[in-house]
């Protein structure tokens, strides 16, 4: 009988809730195919810090580079914000467990579903159909260079500095996923840069085009600027299949199109490396102010299990059923607060966990 | 009789048509406030290039700093993009003029003029009014700092580097603004950073803070994380007043935004230093692809030179009838393409020009 490892990391904030119902779903994935999963859990965040000390403990990192997937809820919260030494702060926890794993191309979908075309802020038909694809560069860029920190000045005062450091290599391999992905898509990939002011922009304009002509002819590729993306993505989602960006921009980027879709609770994202385990997590944050109160969306959640399924645990048909019964339960009126509409049935976290095993 | 020296730098694109519309306002408030202008025109971007070899010629630089005012269209174009040297490309010519003016302070509005609101692609209850003032710092951070470049690896290879370097000084300075500008408006900054994961961010919201405690305990501040701003603009724009940000993210943010009041081609900017000329200047871009067609919107560069006005030429009063005259204009019915719907009258860029004209 097949068997794999799995890691989960409720993490902080909403994180241990929606997980309880993203679990739910790996028990009937698990039934269904008749898999093994050795499922173990820990901490990360401001939940390990306050235990160990540190925001992913050593033990912690461990577990998950043996494991065959790493499942995350979400990190943070208010009472450690500016509270904590900058290294053990909770997004460190995540920033470490995202390199140590090496998960370079971080996979966010934007998908409007049918029956929530009308949450969004834009008007229906903009968004109605609306499917990106974002391939963000999750292990390097500005936010893992050096040199970093606050320095005294000579002449008195402080200076902040953060440095973004990009190689070949590092544009190349995350393209490339992007370039396979398009030809499973619509072939066609926007890579968003500023290369107007910034030579690390430029590199990996040169370099994304390099890969596209020599190994991916057939592949359509457009360079964009990311003030000018901001701008499209409002205007006109729907003109982009998969969008390719760095670090920065695509953290950014892919916030303003979660939106797109009605609410940030329904993305889920997967990130890939070299081989190694993926490492899965919404793209929605640990919501403290709703933590605890049980009607945080979980669908976000759900949908990256599901992801981990397909990506690091071969049952992307189990995959596709869940992505289905996540839409079953939407048409058949389920809706957490955050998408809650007239007409509609309001249920909790529990309650929309029920009405998406119901359709599985 | 009061007189002031004017340096006006169409630029590239759309750029020089736009701008003769913007000096047929300036020839009003001449006449209409017995002013003398003493104008004077030059190159900038692409076009100053082909004629002298750099994008910024130093005279050009020297007849600026020399000015009360800098009154720009915009630059850049596809001949150029990759295919000059990156410290010949138009932007550079740009980046070159706010750093030499030092002009710090980014003004850009972006505000739903009611006649819009159904051209945004946001539904309408989301932003009728919206009125939000950002204040991007302009002269420094990744845009600037040191080292940057393209170098090659000794293990093979190449790698892109830029550094974001903000001192305590620069963070006050533009905060300064903000909080100025607040206590003139709604008494509320919202200050965009990511201080999740970069040092510069941690700084930013440091000095930002001490500055309110300090000086303007009377404003409220907020601190939000730059990808939750690009999803607020996104989810419930109104929430805002000020947005202050660094440069990369106001770029970024400021440009979502614009897209917000239903045409890019609507949103002017000021860009002001300490006692030095200010600069202004359309947020759009030169938009080579309508270029020397006669279709581009003016209204951006005509409250550019309005807003010259109010902040360096001291007619604050020309340039609340320069913003009541494009209102008008919009009621009475005058649409560029850009903005164009059913049932109003479509013109091009001489005929909104006209059509403000007209109701001055
Ligand atoms: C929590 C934070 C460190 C993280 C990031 O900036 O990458 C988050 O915003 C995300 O997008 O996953
Ligand atoms: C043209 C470019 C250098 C510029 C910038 O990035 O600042 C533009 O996008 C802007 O926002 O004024």
Redesign the interface.
């Known amino acids: 009988m097949t068997s794999f490892n799995l890691l989960l990391l409720p993490g902080d904030g909403i994180g241990p809730e929606i997980m309880t119902e993203a679990k739910r779903v790996l028990d009937w994935a698990a039934a269904e195919y008749g898999v093994t999963f050795n499922v173990s859990e820990d901490l990360i965040g401001g939940c390990a810090y306050e235990k160990y000390g540190v925001p992913l403990a050593d033990e912690t990192l461990a577990k998950a580079k043996a494991s065959d997937a790493v499942v995350m809820g979400s990190v943070?919260g208010p009472q450690w914000?500016?509270k904590v030494a900058?290294d053990k702060?909770p997004?460190a926890g995540l920033?470490k467990l995202r390199k140590e794993l090496d998960v370079f191309a971080n996979l966010r979908s934007a998908i409007c579903f049918d029956a929530l075309a009308d949450a969004s802020?834009?008007?229906r038909d903009?968004v109605a159909g609306l499917d990106i694809l974002f391939v963000r560069e999750l292990s390097s860029g500005?936010?893992f260079g050096n040199p970093?920190?606050?320095e005294d000045?000579p002449e008195g005062?402080?200076?902040?500095?953060?440095?973004?450091?990009?190689?070949?290599?590092e544009i190349i391999r995350v393209a490339r996923v992007a370039f396979e992905m398009a030809r499973k898509r619509g072939s066609r990939v926007a890579s968003a840069d500023?290369?107007?002011?910034?030579?690390?922009?430029?590199?990996?304009?040169?370099e994304v085009t390099k890969l596209r002509d020599a190994e991916y002819p057939d592949v359509a590729l457009e360079h964009v600027l990311?003030?000018?993306c901001?701008?499209q993505?409002?205007?006109?989602p729907k003109q982009y299949d998969i969008i390719l960006t760095d670090n920065?921009?695509g953290?950014?980027?892919?916030?303003?199109a979660?939106?797109?879709t009605g609410s940030?609770g329904m993305l889920p994202s997967a990130s890939l490396g070299d081989g190694g385990p993926g490492l899965y997590e919404p793209v929605h944050?640990s919501a403290p102010d709703i933590a605890g109160k049980g009607v945080a969306n979980p669908i976000a959640m759900i949908l990256s299990m599901a992801m981990a399924l397909r990506y690091s645990l071969g049952l992307g048909e189990a995959a596709d059923r869940i992505e289905k019964a996540v839409d079953g339960a939407l048409n058949a009126g389920f809706r957490t607060g955050d998408i809650m509409s007239g007409g509609m049935t309001r249920v909790g976290t529990t309650g929309m966990g029920d009405a998406i095993l119901a359709e599985l």
Do not use: C, H, P
């Not at 402080?158 to 070949?168: A, L």
């Not at 500023?194 to 040169?206: H, Q, T, Y």
């Open positions: 943070g914000d500016g900058y702060r997004e920033l802020s834009l008007k903009l500005v936010y970093r920190g606050i000045l005062g402080r200076v902040g500095i953060n440095t973004q450091r990009y190689t070949d290599k500023k290369a107007n002011v910034m030579e690390s922009g430029v590199l990996w304009r040169e990311a003030d000018n901001a701008m993505l409002v205007r006109a920065l921009f953290d950014i980027l892919s916030d303003a979660a939106m797109l940030l944050g």
